[in-house]
């Protein structure tokens, strides 16, 4: 990849008006994580062909992996006033705003990610971190929900599924969620965290103990946490 860029950097160089040359080299920086250069290129092809929206696209993406955010926002919504049927760009939009915390405007964007592309669980999943972020619980779980029904080894969603039925009130439930879980991913230390505490609320506590000591194992710091929120005392030296 080294060898490709300095080829793309010496075309770029030796044609400074060339938007291809520019576009090229700014994708390849944006495909190795150099986000800085990605910008200033792609900004310097767009500049020279304006009408060119998918490289718009990619212009919106290096801003919000180089987290300017506004920047993002504002190509998004150019790309999507000419491309409003792209889902995926909806969903890159609504993950930009819930990072400015407009949570509202992120709801619509993922809305409409999945009105384009409705069996995508990422879409769905992304809107249920948004609506908990406003504490619209029961559509969160249902987003949550819906997510785990077009991809069931998504273990994330069955964490935020278990988050969502615990803040809900439903104990059970979460607990089976958070159990889906760690089964998934064991090393879903904020899961292993969460299940213990469901086991206590629940009134396992012999299984909150295993939880406990297992969680402490991963991470003794957060397993001292663990210990005083669910026993309330401090664990023995």
Same mark, same amino acid.
């Given at each position: ?59 919106? @993406? ?43 405007? @992120? ?131």
């Amino acid at each position: 990849m080294s060898l490709a860029i300095a080829e793309l950097e010496a075309a770029a160089a030796q044609n400074p008006e060339d938007a291809d040359a520019q576009f090229a080299l700014g994708r390849a920086y944006l495909m190795t994580e150099r986000f800085n250069e990605a910008v200033a290129r792609l900004e310097h092809a767009v500049s020279l062909e304006p009408a060119q929206y998918p490289w718009i696209y990619y212009l919106a @993406s290096a801003y919000g992996m180089n987290r300017q955010y506004r920047e993002s926002v504002k190509s998004w919504e150019h790309y999507l006033h000419h491309h409003p049927d792209h889902a995926d760009a909806h969903a890159k939009h609504g993950i930009i705003l819930a990072k400015l915390h407009k949570y509202d405007d @992120s709801i619509l964007a993922f809305t409409k990610a999945i009105e384009r592309d409705p069996d995508n669980p990422f879409h769905r999943y992304f809107l249920g971190l948004s609506l908990q972020e406003v504490e619209r619980f029961e559509e969160a779980l249902t987003a949550f929900s819906d997510s785990i029904s077009r991809r069931a080894d998504f273990a994330d969603a069955h964490y935020w599924q278990g988050i969502m039925f615990g803040m809900l009130g439903h104990v059970a439930p979460a607990i089976e969620a958070l159990k889906n879980c760690v089964a998934l991913n064991p090393e879903h230390l904020d899961a292993q965290f969460n299940l213990c505490i469901a086991y206590a609320i629940d009134g396992r506590i012999g299984e909150a103990k295993l939880q406990y000591e297992l969680v402490k194992g991963m991470d003794a710091e957060l397993g001292k946490e663990l210990f005083e929120k669910v026993f309330n005392s401090q664990p023995a030296s």
